[in-house]
């Protein structure tokens, strides 16, 4: 057993990580630098694949052991393919859910914790999509990350198109100052079945709307036309209503540094289509199994 490393609760202090005195492992500076800079886009991920930051950093937390582990006894450096494929493991590792454990472990609150984390992960075609059409791996490399073979991933990845096609309807709101883009994205939604429940430019109409047009989803830009953020709009809609949201933006990793409560859906601008599909598929899956 290597030397235990510690887990710092603030994201910026993880970085710290990466020096490596308490470990004697051997990296390079290089190295070092690759992980850290794939550090917010595995946070992205992880929320992603769970529906909640707190679960989805806590992954994250994991897998940097084992990253750091791989990444000393390793004479190649690590690719982002490594890297994810570590999150994934740590994933794997964690107990089956509920409803296949025996009874005697429903006394122990730890073991019902992580239980509830497991349960909450999404199918392996979900966990495919978002490797390919969120963090564009190519196919060869997510099934790297996944463990499978690339035939297999296909498969997976036509299942969940088609479970995807499936959904039952959502009413969205959109919160874009852009009209051009705004117009994408409410193509994109109808395309998929949902209903457009709105679309505002400015934080105080996008607050009128959530009350008005009872959406199940917001689509909010992070910069809106009055000055205000999409952030700010969104807070306050949340303190009325409980919704899934997908926040749009070019420097999604400016929004995962840890300093404050981060978005647990980001889309990068610019995004293809199935991109924006692919997170909104996901937000509105991970709201429904919370609530079931």
């Known amino acids: 057993m290597g030397t235990a490393i510690p887990i710092y609760r603030s994201w910026p202090k993880l970085r710290y990580l990466l020096c490596l005195e308490r470990t004697g492992?051997?990296?390079?500076?290089?190295?070092?630098?690759?992980?850290?800079?794939?550090?917010?886009?595995?946070?992205r991920h992880a929320r992603a694949l769970?529906?909640?930051?707190?679960?989805?950093?806590d992954f994250v937390k994991r897998a940097l052991q084992e990253?750091?582990?791989?990444?000393?006894?390793?004479?190649?450096?690590?690719?982002?393919?490594?890297?994810?494929?570590c999150l994934h493991n740590v994933s794997d590792l964690l107990p089956v859910p509920r409803?296949?454990?025996?009874?005697?472990?429903?006394?122990?609150?730890?073991?019902?914790a992580l239980e509830e984390r497991v349960s909450r992960l999404p199918p392996l075609g979900r966990a495919a999509l978002l490797l390919v059409h969120n963090e564009g791996f190519p196919r060869s490399e997510a099934a790297h990350v996944l463990g499978i073979s690339p035939d297999a991933l296909g498969r997976l990845l036509d299942e969940a198109w088609t479970a995807l096609k499936k959904e039952e309807p959502a009413r969205v709101l959109i919160i874009e100052d852009e009209a051009v883009i705004a117009l994408d994205i409410a193509g994109i939604v109808t395309e998929m079945g949902h209903h457009v429940a709105g679309v505002a430019a400015r934080s105080d109409e996008a607050i009128r709307l959530a009350r008005t047009g009872n959406p199940s989803l917001i689509l909010a830009d992070i910069q809106l036309e009055d000055g205000n953020t999409g952030i700010a709009a969104v807070a306050a809609i949340l303190e009325h209503a409980r919704l899934p949201v997908v926040f749009v933006t070019a420097f999604p990793e400016r929004l995962?540094?840890?300093?404050?409560v981060e978005p647990t859906f980001i889309v990068s601008k610019p995004f293809e289509p199935d991109v924006l599909q692919v997170a909104v598929s996901q937000a509105l899956f991970c709201a429904s199994a919370s609530a079931g």
């Open 25 to 43: 492992s051997v990296m390079d500076e290089t190295q070092k630098g690759r992980i850290a800079a794939q550090l917010p886009f595995l946070r």
């Open 50 to 57: 769970t529906g909640s930051q707190e679960i989805g950093d």
């Open 256 to 260: 995962l540094t840890g300093d404050r």
């Open 99 to 112: 409803s296949t454990v025996a009874h005697g472990s429903e006394g122990d609150p730890v073991q019902q």
């Open 67 to 85: 990253i750091i582990v791989q990444a000393g006894a390793s004479p190649e450096p690590l690719t982002r393919a490594d890297l994810f494929r």
